[in-house]
């Protein structure tokens, strides 16, 4: 191992990996979210919330098009399910 190469270099690189690596698996859910509302959109059941079956505010569609559920839902789903 080369000098200089220190045990705060090397800690700071550990965590340089974690946080690409957790940015990516945000990308890759975005990815397959996004994929999901595409699916929705092709059943022709894209705007309505998938859990309560409410139609889903156009200016929230707006504001994030891949979203699948109301604004209720979606809180509740990410208390369930923390990235
Ligand atoms: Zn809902």
Not at 33 to 53: F, I, N, T, W
Request: glycine share 6%; aromatic share 4%; charged share 30%.
């Amino acid at each position: 191992m080369s000098k200089g190469f220190g045990d705060s270099d090397f800690s700071q690189v550990q965590t340089d990996r974690a946080t690409s690596h957790s940015i990516e698996r945000v990308l890759e859910q975005d990815r397959e979210q996004a994929e999901h509302a595409r699916e929705l959109m092709a059943k022709g059941a894209y705007g309505v919330c998938e859990d309560c079956g409410q139609k889903i505010p156009p200016e929230r569609l707006e504001a994030l098009p891949e979203a699948t559920r109301c604004i209720s839902c979606q809180a509740t789903w990410e208390k369930t399910n923390p990235r």
